[in-house]
């Protein structure tokens, strides 16, 4: 590859193609077509990869196509090369097209925080350490207590009656509770077929933003889940 600049201070062949390509990638970007935008600006970055803009351009076709990884390690690569890079919107505040930009680099990185925050590294997860069998329940406990047996219907009875009255149960049970559900969980794939009886039914319901009266409304208007009457409960994310 030729060096970034002549020996008189003029642009290089390779400079002024990496350029052409970035002029044609803005366009084919604008022009939605993020796939032919993706392949010019690479071949920007393989000609001159020493330029901030390439970068970050690239990256914002990765996001368009949903790449995020990719998007973040352009990003990334952008500031390494000008540490100025990433307040482009502090020098232009008036770019309505850097200001897009921007807002949607901003959403990309609070995904990954939240995600980075609801991680669970394994090794020091609560559930690899906990020792039930340490945990004594106390004599004066009045609350359910849970059986050899399991969760069963009559404990569940229990149970809801005692949140109801806004009292709590012993943690031995909470994170036993807990455990089971994460085996269970762990088994489980990403996709369930449901069968319904002839006679059963399907609940579908919202997100109720851990509402303990509202389920218990909905499961009073519609019946308790069963076999006979599953549940289906639709969850929106926004980031």
Not at 5 to 24: H, I, P, R
Not at 41 to 52: G, W
Not at 65 to 93: H, M, Q
Request: charged share 30%.
């Amino acid at each position: 590859m030729a060096d970034d600049k002549t020996t008189n201070g003029e642009l290089s062949d390779d400079e002024v193609k990496a350029d052409e390509y970035k002029l044609q990638a803005n366009q084919f970007f604008k022009d939605g077509k993020y796939d032919e935008a993706l392949s010019l600006y690479t071949k920007a970055i393989d000609l001159n990869p020493q330029v901030p803009a390439y970068y970050g351009n690239r990256s914002f076709c990765y996001i368009k196509t949903e790449y995020f990884g990719s998007a973040l390690e352009d990003a990334n690569k952008a500031i390494d090369l000008d540490k100025k890079y990433i307040k482009v919107t502090k020098f232009r505040p008036k770019d309505k097209d850097a200001s897009l930009k921007y807002q949607e680099c901003k959403k990309i990185v609070q995904r990954l925080a939240f995600e980075k925050a609801i991680a669970v590294d394994e090794k020091k997860s609560v559930a690899n350490t906990v020792d039930l069998n340490s945990m004594v329940v106390e004599d004066d406990y009045d609350g359910p207590r849970l059986s050899e047996d399991g969760v069963t219907t009559e404990f569940v009875g229990h149970l809801i009656e005692r949140f109801t009255n806004q009292k709590k149960i012993h943690k031995k049970y909470a994170y036993k509770i807990l455990l089971e559900v994460k085996k269970i969980f762990e088994t489980q794939p990403s996709m369930v077929d449901i069968s319904i009886p002839e006679n059963g039914k399907l609940t579908v319901c919202g997100d109720i933003h851990g509402q303990f009266y509202d389920l218990l409304n909905i499961f009073s208007l519609n019946g308790n889940p069963s076999a006979e009457n599953p549940y289906v409960s639709t969850l929106k994310y926004d980031y």
